[in-house]
């Protein structure tokens, strides 16, 4: 089956660094995306990866290890803003887009 | 800015009632998702599209229908709504933006079922 694994809570405080881990089993790979989410708000995309490596885009970087089917999601300088669900999510082999069941993450001031 | 809009917002209805969930995106994406999310809770696909004239069932079992005559609209119907069916509806479309595929969501439509 298609599955994709990420922890269910992260608490970190303020000013510091998080990393949200997700790994992925899916027959088929196009690439991993990540996807911010607030109460009550709908899902907002934040980056994406076909490639092995490191994407940056501003605070959020992003990594991709295909051949250990890895990626992480990493947020620099938190903001209570920050808190939020975190989803990654993968393109497949029938071009559906699955996503995993998300990572709240709880920012302490 | 994502251009993708979802009616009602809100719905209260009776246990029985058939109801049609609104959705268009006005950025020409072939693609098209419907998801029910329970709040904190993740993301269940119930239904996608391919483009028009196409529609697949998702992962998560569901007593709803959609059809897809225009590329840019997707109803979701519920036949008979039942009180399990009160959850979060997120539609969206997906495309490709900076070089990669993006999925754009709708705010969303919260129903309740008495």
């Known amino acids: 089956g298609q599955s994709l694994e990420q922890p269910s809570e992260v608490t970190a405080v303020e000013g510091a660094i998080v990393q949200i881990n997700c790994t992925y089993q899916?027959?088929?790979?196009?690439?991993l995306s990540w996807y911010q989410q607030h109460d009550g708000g709908a899902p907002t995309f934040l980056s994406y990866?076909?490639?092995?490596g490191l994407e940056e885009t501003g605070r959020f970087s992003s990594f991709l290890s295909r051949s250990d089917s890895y990626g992480y999601l990493l947020l620099q300088e938190l903001q209570m803003k920050d808190s939020a669900s975190y989803f990654c999510?993968?393109?497949?082999?029938?071009?559906?887009?699955?996503f995993g069941k998300g990572t709240r993450l709880h920012i302490l001031p | 800015e994502a251009d993708i809009y979802q009616t009602p917002r809100y719905l209260v209805i009776g246990t029985g009632k058939k109801i049609t969930l609104e959705c268009s995106q006005t950025?020409?994406?072939?693609?098209m998702y419907w998801y029910q999310q329970d709040p904190g809770m993740e993301l269940h696909l119930i239904h996608y599209?391919?483009?028009?004239?196409?529609?697949e069932k998702g992962d998560l079992s569901s007593e709803s229908t959609v059809s897809r005559i225009r590329t840019e609209h997707f109803p979701l119907t519920l036949e008979s709504a039942r009180p399990s069916h009160t959850s979060q509806y997120l539609c969206?479309?997906?495309?490709?933006?900076?070089?990669?595929?993006?999925?754009?969501f709708g705010p969303g439509t919260r129903l309740l079922v008495l």
């Open positions: 969206a479309s997906s495309g490709l933006a900076g070089g990669w595929e993006t999925q754009y």
């Open positions: 899916t027959s088929g790979f196009y690439g």
């Open positions: 990866n076909a490639l092995d």
């Open positions: 999510a993968v393109r497949d082999g029938d071009d559906k887009i699955i």
């Open positions: 950025m020409g994406h072939d693609k």
């Open positions: 599209s391919y483009g028009v004239n196409s529609t």
